[in-house]
Each structure stands twice: as structure tokens, then as C-alpha cells.
């Protein structure tokens, strides 16, 4: 089991930037994050192998940035040019099962974090 705990959520105009860190009890094959919206969707936003790899979901690509530090023990998500949409609570997650695709469905992941909410305004 990984421990993960994220922190750096906060309240932000539209345009404006974000940094999420997730802090970790130790890495695997798989890391990345979700997000909930209000309304209830889930989504994946961001993941990296450990390999660095990494992919994003469409709507995030060249406004978020994800990295690892692994002397840290940190996983950290840079958002820029926020927008309401954006608006979520963000959940960093694990996962070993290297035979599964890094992203891809939230119950192929055991481990979150307790998330941290993002609030973008118009």
C-alpha cells in the first residue's frame, strides 16, 4: 500500500496557475492524477511511469505539466492558464500492474490520496 497525501489546492481567477504535490511513501510503476468534478465525473488528468513516461488527457495538454522527485518522494502537478472547467477535487494516485496502461480507468487504481480541491472563477 502507498501512502499519498496531497496538498497545494486552493482558489484561483480563470488564467491564473496552480502547483499540486502529492507526497508519497514510495514509488511504483504508475502515478498520475484524477480529478472529480462537482457534478460527479471522473477523470484522468495526468500519469507517469517510471520510466518517465507520462501522458495527459486532451483537454489538460500544454497547460498542466506533471514531474517526479523521487529524492522528494514528491509527485507535483503544474497548472497553468486555469480555467472554471478545471474546477475539481484532485486525487493523486498508485499503482503497481505494470501488464495495465499508466492512466486509463480509476478502479484499476488502490491507492489515493484524500484529494485536494481546485476552484477556478470566471
Known amino acids: 500500500e502507498v501512502q499519498l497525501v496531497e496538498s497545494g489546492g486552493g482558489s484561483v481567477q480563470a488564467g491564473g496557475s496552480l502547483r499540486l504535490s502529492c507526497a508519497y511513501s514510495h514509488s511504483t510503476f504508475c502515478m498520475g492524477w484524477f480529478r472529480q468534478t462537482p457534478q460527479g465525473a471522473r477523470e484522468g488528468v495526468a500519469f507517469?511511469?517510471?520510466?518517465?513516461?507520462?501522458n495527459y488527457t486532451d483537454s489538460v495538454k500544454g497547460r498542466f505539466t506533471i514531474s517526479k522527485d523521487n529524492d522528494k518522494n514528491t509527485l507535483s502537478l503544474q497548472m497553468y492558464s486555469l480555467k472554471p472547467e478545471d474546477t475539481a477535487t484532485y486525487y493523486c494516485?498508485?499503482?503497481?500492474?505494470?501488464?495495465?496502461?499508466?492512466?486509463?480507468?480509476?478502479?484499476?487504481?488502490?491507492?489515493w490520496g484524500q484529494g485536494t480541491q481546485v476552484t477556478v472563477s470566471s
Open positions: 494516485v498508485a499503482k503497481e500492474k505494470p501488464w495495465q496502461p499508466c492512466g486509463g480507468s480509476p478502479y484499476w487504481y488502490n491507492d
Open positions: 507517469m511511469k517510471n520510466d518517465g513516461t507520462t
